[in-house]
């Protein structure tokens, strides 16, 4: 973005903030949505990361190179809001819960059968691999929460996490 659309983007000039939008909201919403898996939660935590980027964008004086990886990291951190919250409330999302048949923008039949196959290779690692991947990967707990949650050391979460990640390679590779 230029220095003048940029300065334009601080004032919160509605042409320059929906060019922004327009430029960004479906690489943000995928990558949301792939976290969440539920439209309406990730078309929530999307609204809330352009308000909150372009309240950032306002208050700083730095310019912003990358917005699509700027709003990447604003919306992970509203993720990470969330996932506490929810830790502490102590309710968990299964990863049977995941409807890969739910569509998201423009989703296809290749996106739904790629879910699909991940499922079906998450369901062949044991349990605790499993639960591992789903802590750390899919809802982006650190190792030392996904060590509290589980009961084990910080060094098993990850042996786990690296055999659970390998295995899964494995099995996908032979999927395709």
Known sequence: ?????FAKLQEGDRESVEKLFASTWKDIYRFIYY???NREEAED??????VRALDHIRRSDKKIEKHVDFLKTVSL??????????SRRGTMVGIESIDPT????????DIVS??????????RLSEEQRKVIELRIIKGYSTAETAKIMNK???TI????????KALAELLKNSV
């Open 1 to 5: 973005m230029e220095e003048k659309e």
């Open 158 to 165: 990850r042996v786990l996490q690296y055999r659970g990640l």
């Open 77 to 86: 951190n509203i993720l990470r809001d969330r996932w506490r919250k929810r």
């Open 114 to 123: 790629q879910r699909e196959l991940i499922r079906n290779a998450l369901d």
């Open 35 to 37: 976290k969440v898996q």
């Open 153 to 155: 050391k910080e060094g």
């Open 102 to 109: 739910e569509t998201a923008v423009e989703d296809s039949s």
């Open 45 to 50: 935590i999307t609204q809330e990361t352009y």
